[in-house]
């Protein structure tokens, strides 16, 4: 069965960084698109970051644009996120998702941003 299991969520101070993992199996990840969202207290979960299948293509929201980086390893069946210059408002619980029919999320990595 699909497992999305995230990880590299913590605390850090605002314009720190950090890098989240979401490892992948259950399926044949070199096929798929994979993406990056977010569900902040109180908000609906917003997509934040988008890549293609073989890593070639991007898409960011507007608010993570020049800050965040979405990137991919198909031979570890892995997506990353690196999260630069962090501010107290990327405080979510961030999420992997893949599209196949359904979506597929994993559990969720929360990071806080604080001082």
């Known amino acids: 069965q ?3 299991v995230e990880s590299g969520g913590g605390l850090v101070q605002p314009g720190g960084s950090l890098r989240l993992s979401c490892a992948a199996s259950g ?3 070199s096929n798929y698109a994979m993406s990056w969202y977010r569900q902040a207290p109180g ?3 917003e997509l934040v ?3 293609n299948s073989a890593g070639f293509s ?3 929201a507007d608010s993570v644009k020049g800050r965040f980086t979405i ?3 198909n031979a570890k069946s892995t997506v990353y996120l690196q999260m630069n210059s962090l501010k107290p408002e990327d405080t979510a619980v961030y999420y992997c998702k893949v599209q196949r029919g359904v979506a597929y999320w994993g559990q969720g990595t929360q990071v806080t941003v604080s001082s």
């Open 58 to 60: 991007t898409n960011y």
């Open 43 to 45: 908000k609906e979960r």
């Open 49 to 51: 970051a988008v890549i």
């Open 27 to 29: 399926f044949t990840f």
């Open 2 to 4: 699909v497992q999305l």
């Open 71 to 73: 990137s991919r390893d």
